[in-house]
């Protein structure tokens, strides 16, 4: 677990969640060394121990996904083949939900009772459209519960110092958004670069879920971009492995 982050949040007992480093697998570089990811061309001999030693924290084997950067959030447990989708939810105990990250932002979620939860993918197109609000509300669904029962928990992914954009992307958001001006202060002008911005994706994943009543938020302290040492980073690398950010439901 030495290699393992574990999430700071107000969780129930029963939820449990962990986040992987680049630390302690058996990948070689560019990959080195716990990549999880079997879509980046590194050795699938070294993804596959590196998935048996997460195995071994987990009850049951994670429920996959082909993310695609969309806003499509699946029911973990009646998942039972590699679907496109960039995030998984359930209610049932020992069901594992898991996203792949290097720079795009981890959202874990559950509820304040401890019967539901999520994990979640956003890069800045599926925040745009929607997969944290889509994750939430099927979540809220399937658990009769409300959105201020929602706890979130932002993983590791590229901080505001160092996720640079180009004018479409705040244009987009600000077209999306009613408060321009909440938006506007999730954005930075850098300076002697003509329509370049910083983004902040933490704020804006905070705006877009208090939108829909989602109150408690924690972590986003962890920079992707800036830890060589812990993270992979898309961003920084080019070709680099990916850290996995898993919940689920302790069978009590």
């Known amino acids: 677990m030495s290699d393992f982050i574990s999430p700071d949040w107000a969780a129930p007992h029963n939820i449990k969640s962990l986040v992987t480093t680049r630390q302690g697998g058996s990948s070689q570089a560019p990959y080195d ?3 999880l990811a079997s879509h980046v061309n590194d050795d699938l001999v070294s993804v596959t121990t590196n998935r048996k030693i997460l195995a ?12 695609v950067h969309s806003n499509i959030v699946v029911d973990a447990a009646a998942t039972d ?5 960039d995030g998984s939810y359930t209610t049932q105990t ?30 800045w197109r599926g ?11 099927k979540l809220i669904k399937a658990s009769q519960r409300e959105a201020k029962d929602c706890l979130i928990w932002f993983g590791p992914g590229i901080g505001f ?8 992307v705040r244009e987009a958001f600000l077209q999306k958004s009613a408060d321009k001006k909440a938006i506007e202060q999730c954005f930075s002008k850098v300076p ?3 329509d370049k911005y910083m983004a902040d994706m933490v704020q804006l994943a905070k705006y877009r879920l208090s939108q829909i009543g989602v109150e408690n938020f924690s972590g986003g302290d962890f920079c992707s971009y800036k830890d060589k040492e812990k993270f992979y980073s898309y961003r920084r690398d080019g070709i680099t492995g990916r850290m996995a950010s898993l919940i689920w439901i302790e069978h009590k």
């Open 81 to 85: 083949a590699l679907v496109d989708a």
């Open 192 to 194: 002697g670069k003509q």
């Open 94 to 123: 020992d069901v594992v939900s898991v996203v792949l990250t290097a720079d795009c932002l981890p959202v874990l979620v559950c509820t304040q009772q401890g019967d539901a939860v999520a994990a979640l993918h956003a890069g």
């Open 127 to 137: 925040l745009l459209n929607g997969i944290l609000e889509q994750g939430v509300l």
């Open 161 to 168: 110092d160092n996720f640079e954009v180009g004018q479409e």
């Open 33 to 35: 060394s716990f990549n």
């Open 56 to 67: 071994q924290q987990l009850p049951s084997e994670p429920v996959w996904l082909n993310q």
